[in-house]
């Protein structure tokens, strides 16, 4: 029998990656039957190595999962952490359904925009990979990019504890600073798509992996005209 629900599977490198994308599943792809495999130890060890180094076994961990779900059935794979998603790259060659990067999207549309690209982080061990990403894909478009990153730890410290108003407002203070000196903003982790509902107006563009992931996710699977749920 033919199988008409389709299926994503979502490779987690912390936890906190499964509460903060639940909005955007029930918003782009609802109708779409969701395996989290979640794995904490990936960003401990991420972490644990510093900044700009990604233990090889991570690497390993994350072929292995991908592998485990395409053989349970899933149409496509995401990879929710932005440290390592240098990781989707090294197993594609061996996947055969799609893998994507939760943050290529919206690198995409920043390129887009404007050669002038702020990056706000709220983790160190994301910045090195997050502008290696946006190089990557300037490249593939013929641009060049300038990067303007801007670090807050105690951001991510903030919403680990839950409280996100605090996280929130780091970040405006953050963006209402970039926003005269670039074309557009991109929120490195999807954790930080926590402010979307709380942005308002903003002079450039900010773009956050949730919404851009998600969209992306919805085309690949129904097609271009593919719309989200109301």
Known sequence: MEKTTRTIGI????????????PFLDRYIPDVAVVHLCDDTIQRDNISAGVGV???????RFAQYAYNLQESGVDLI??????????????????????????????????????RVGLIATLATTVPSSERLLRIVAAEKGKAVDITTVLRPEAFAAIQKGDSETHNN????????????VDSIVLAQLSMSALEPHLGK??????????????????????????AKA
């Open 54 to 60: 990604i233990p090889k076994h991570n690497y390993f």
């Open 78 to 115: 995401l990879l929710a952490c932005s440290t390592f998603n240098y990781a989707a790259e090294l197993a594609r060659p061996m996947i055969d359904i799609p893998i994507m990067q939760i943050d290529r999207a919206m690198m995409e549309l920043a390129v887009d925009q404007g050669p």
């Open 202 to 227: 903003t002079a450039v563009p900010v773009y956050n992996s949730g919404t851009t992931g998600f969209e992306s996710i919805r085309r690949t699977l129904y097609g271009s005209g593919a719309e």
């Open 11 to 22: 490779i987690h490198a912390v936890n906190l990656t499964i509460r903060a994308m639940q």
């Open 170 to 181: 780091i970040l405006l203070e953050e963006i209402a600073k970039l926003s005269g000196r």
